[in-house]
């Protein structure tokens, strides 16, 4: 593969007591791609996602960001999380916080900005993913969709070099599922390194450069989005498609 590596997961393991989640998961993310997750519920797929920023400790295997091994935990590991963001399934916002400061706290207290600049860039961002008027407002002032916006502005505002979704719109209103996939779709235009757990297949097969599909904490098969909806070679695959391509 022609472009850099900035994710790379080499044979890792991960148990839940005798629980064996992940199984000898070999990744590699390169820079600028778009990786897509999908797969059973009971999977791996969060599992594999949470282990990228170390939220999941793994037993054995390494897990490296651009080069260089995860560290174990303390201030390297904070440093670590700020070079990749996370997106949610619920949004994980301060409620007791306005929007505008819900996106500058990091920056301030991990980048180290002042808080002026915090708040500029924050401003930007929250133009960008269409919630400029929202600023001053609480999360309980907005829709779940516009929540999920400023979690996606908060994890960007850390200017991380690459983000990691787990089903980003899964807790949504199928009304607002589309406005959130629409920030997710125009970052990947853009070039961002994405790594997406998801049920959302058109957003997989537009936006992705990969499909991981994840079956019994294994990858089975790992193609482009054409390949892999047109063609997929594992019978997991063929079964999993047929079931949910069929509404």
């Given amino acids: 593969m022609a472009v850099d590596p900035l994710i790379e997961l080499r044979d890792v393991n991960k148990y839940y007591g005798d629980l064996h989640v ?13 990786v897509v997750i999908v797969g059973p519920s009971g999977s791996g797929k ?9 939220l999941e400790t793994v037993e054995s295997g390494t897990v490296a960001l651009d080069g260089r091994p995860l560290p174990e935990e303390g201030r390297a590991l904070a440093r670590l999380r700020a070079e990749v963001g996370m997106v949610f399934q619920s949004f994980n916002l ?11 706290l990091a920056q301030v207290k991990v980048r180290g900005r002042k808080k002026g600049e915090a708040e ?4 930007e961002l ?6 400029a008027a929202h600023a001053d407002k609480y999360p309980a002032q907005l829709s779940g ?11 960007l505002a850390m200017d991380p070099k690459a983000l990691l979704f787990d089903e980003p719109t899964s807790a949504l209103d199928p009304e607002m599922i589309n406005e959130v996939l629409e920030v997710m779709r125009q970052l990947a235009r853009e070039g961002m390194t994405m790594v997406v757990v998801t049920h959302e297949m058109g957003f997989a097969r537009s936006a992705a450069h990969r499909v991981v ?3 019994d904490g294994r990858i089975v098969e790992d193609r482009t989005p054409e390949e892999f909806f047109t063609n997929p070679h594992s ?13």
């Fill in 120 to 123: 500029r860039r924050s401003r």
């Fill in 94 to 104: 301060f409620a007791h916080r306005t929007v505008l400061q819900n996106v500058s």
């Fill in 126 to 131: 929250l133009d960008r993913v269409g919630l």
């Fill in 46 to 54: 969060s599992t594999l996602c949470r282990t990228i920023n170390r």
């Fill in 22 to 34: 992940l199984r000898d998961i070999d990744l590699t993310v390169g820079k600028g791609e778009v």
């Fill in 235 to 247: 019978d997991r695959a063929k079964d999993f498609l047929s079931k949910i391509l069929k509404h």
């Fill in 145 to 155: 969709g516009q929540q999920q916006r400023v979690a996606i502005a908060r994890a």
């Fill in 213 to 215: 599909f994840m079956a």
